[in-house]
């Protein structure tokens, strides 16, 4: 499958809204659960989520990358300078360092390789940042939970090496870029 990345702008807004708007898409985080909360320590309802999304990107703050398919949007991974995300218990002694915490994939285009892509594309968006590092926090095939933040073998085959276990399923890995 043929696919076209970019990341998430103003212009581009809309298209993010659409993707996490339709049926089975992370509406009900806006992919916040990972990142800074404005609000300290209220949790903002699903519409203060995603106005503090919305206010990141109008900030120009990267948030993450759109996956396109024939000009739809049809995946996303948060993929985000590290120090705009809450701890995500990976390795905090490097620096310079980007962070993928979530992907979501429309139903339809599941099973198709849509996710290794998109890594893919991540990964060179961040170094085209300027990124040292790439961080993920995948869980096992197997796990029960937190599989939006992707499995350990995909990272594996992306080169990513296991630094430490980050809570009770995630597991802190990283890929140098230099």
Not at 55 to 79: F, K, M, Q
Not at 115 to 120: E, I, R, V
Not at 134 to 148: I, L, N, Q
Request: net charge positive.
């Amino acid at each position: 499958m043929k696919l076209e990345f970019h990341p998430v702008t103003e212009e581009r807004w809309d298209d993010f809204e659409q993707l996490f708007e339709c049926r089975g898409g992370p509406h009900y985080c806006w992919c916040m659960l990972w990142r800074k909360n404005e609000h300290k320590k209220s949790i903002p309802s699903k519409a203060g989520k995603k106005a503090s999304m919305k206010n990141r990107v109008d900030d120009g703050t990267p948030i993450g990358l759109l996956a396109y398919s024939d000009d739809e949007p049809i995946a996303w991974c948060s993929i985000a300078p590290r120090e705009t995300y809450k701890s995500l218990g990976g390795d905090e002694s490097k620096d310079n360092v980007w962070s993928i915490a979530c992907f979501f994939v429309k139903r339809p285009f599941r099973k198709q390789g849509v996710t290794s892509q998109l890594l893919a594309a991540a990964i060179d968006y961040a170094k085209q940042n300027g990124a040292e590092y790439v961080e993920a926090y995948p869980v096992a095939p197997d796990s029960p939970s937190y599989k939006f933040m992707g499995i350990v073998p995909a990272f594996e085959k992306a080169g990513f090496q296991f630094v430490k276990s980050a809570g009770s399923r995630r597991n802190a890995m990283i890929l140098p870029l230099t």
